[in-house]
């Protein structure tokens, strides 16, 4: 199914020739003269090389199509990172190279977009934003503003990260999937 390269997203998957590919970041730019363009950092599935690419953003490009499902995360072992679809109960395996930089945000129970192809994990999505505990950081400064200083913290999941001044050790807090930056004080 041919689609246009701006319309690509972290984790869809493209066919390129005869090889398919997992998008890693996906950015359009548009630069103040000339033709916008998109850039495709990619996976090829076949064996694991990285490969950038960059498509004008009205270009048309061949999506692989590969069946999306909702997993939910079970556990991690050995043989790889373990989701179940909550249909069917059906259990797949997922290998440490499809998971990648992901792992630290993979909590149990979390709710993930499992992509398949002719049967095999080829990647996933995780929600954007998810909540882990501040196991360390630097002490509350008396006087120090709010606005614009952040101080570094270590989550539960192993991740740094900077956090509000206000923040303390204990807390929980929501970051981004994406990258692990702040995005506030978890509600629960």
């Known amino acids: 199914m041919k689609v246009i390269a701006s319309s690509l997203r972290k984790g869809n998957v493209v066919e390129k020739d005869d090889k398919l590919y997992v998008i890693l ?19 090829r599935i076949s064996d694991g090389v990285k490969v950038s690419e960059r498509y004008r953003t009205t270009e ?11 997993h939910t995360f079970l556990y991690r072992d050995g043989e790889g990172f373990h989701f179940m679809n909550p249909e069917s109960y059906d259990q797949v395996a997922v290998s440490e190279s499809v998971v ?11 709710a993930v977009q ?12 995780l929600p954007q934003r998810a909540a882990f505990e501040v196991v360390e950081t630097e002490p509350v400064t008396k006087g120090q503003t ?9 989550l539960s999941n192993g991740v740094r ?17 994406a990258d692990g930056a702040y995005v506030e004080r978890a509600k629960d």
């Open 114 to 125: 499992v992509s398949q192809y002719n049967g095999i994990a080829i990647s996933l999505v």
């Open 60 to 70: 048309q490009v061949e999506r692989a199509y590969v069946e999306e499902r909702e």
């Open 25 to 43: 970041f996906a950015e359009n730019i548009h630069p103040g003269k000339g033709t916008p363009v998109t850039q495709l950092d990619m996976r």
């Open 146 to 154: 709010a606005s614009s200083s952040y101080k570094p913290a270590t």
């Open 161 to 177: 990260t900077l956090v509000p001044p206000h923040i303390s050790a204990g807390t929980r807090v929501v970051v981004m999937t």
């Open 100 to 110: 990648g930089e992901m792992a630290p945000y993979l909590t149990e129970g979390m």
